[in-house]
T-cell receptor, first 109, second 113 residues
Framework: AQRVTQPEKLLSVFKGAPVELKCNYS??????LFWYVQYSRQRLQLLLR??SRESIKGFTADLNKGETSFHLKKPFAQEEDSAMYYC???????????FGQGTRLTINP | NAGVTQTPKFRVLKTGQSMTLLCAQD?????MYWYRQDPGMGLRLIHY???????AKGEVPDGYNVSRLKKQNFLLGLESAAPSQTSVYFC????????????FGPGTRLLVL
């Protein structure tokens, strides 16, 4: 079955340090992967998607089909990056997103 | 433009009671979704709809029913609430299905005693 794993429930880094949130998926086809973020007292919102290959708020994510990963990276963390991050995956033709359990990122001053 | 709204924000139910959660969107989206969020489990899809008058089951549909009588509204019903249904419920809508951006509501916190 399609599955997304975010191995870190909690991740804490210092401001200015690099940050990497891990995401692994189990699907042998051509999945579409996303990163969604939920800031404190805000709605869950799209951060970026792999097909766009864009950088949003300094974050990037590269789809590695060999390692079935879609890790989210930022070279210099900022305090406003503190949030809950989810990495959902969808399969072409299936009308559902499968979410990982999420990673709570805390940026320490 | 309110986006996706959910009613109510918070509710306490006793086991066996029924209730309906309302999701409304003003973006003319075809696709709508209901998720539940539980600690350590991320979001799980309950039911979804690909257009007015259509509904389909997601990952965890048992104990829930849905209706999409109007394009802008997607209702989630609990006929006989159970403590296991204590959760935060999120509604989302999308213009182009799961390949597109999903716009989420603020959530409904439900406690079943």
């Amino acid at each position: 079955a399609q599955r997304v794993t975010q191995p870190e429930k909690l991740l804490s880094v210092f401001k200015g340090a690099p940050v990497e949130l891990k995401c692994n998926y189990s699907y042998s086809g051509s999945p579409e992967l996303f990163w969604y973020v939920q800031y404190s007292r805000q709605r869950l919102q799209l951060l970026l998607r792999h097909i766009s290959r864009e950088s949003i708020k300094g974050f990037t994510a590269d789809l590695n089909k060999g390692e079935t990963s879609f890790h989210l990276k930022k070279p210099f963390a900022q305090e406003e990056d503190s949030a809950m991050y989810y990495c959902p995956c969808s399969i072409q033709g299936a009308q559902k997103l499968v979410f990982g359990q999420g990673t709570r990122l805390t940026i320490n001053p | 433009n309110a986006g996706v709204t959910q009613t109510p924000k918070f509710r306490v139910l006793k086991t066996g009671q029924s209730m309906t959660l309302l999701c409304a969107q003003d973006m003319n989206h075809e696709y709508m979704y209901w998720y539940r969020q539980d600690p350590g489990m991320g979001l799980r899809l309950i039911h979804y709809s690909v257009g007015e008058g259509t509904t389909a089951k997601g990952e965890v549909p048992d104990g829930y029913n849905v209706s999409r009588l109007k394009k802008q509204n997607f209702l989630l019903g609990l006929e006989s609430a159970a403590p296991s249904q204590t959760s935060v419920y999120f509604c989302a809508s999308s213009y182009s299905g799961v390949q597109g951006t999903q716009y989420f509501g603020p959530g409904t916190r439900l406690l079943v005693l």
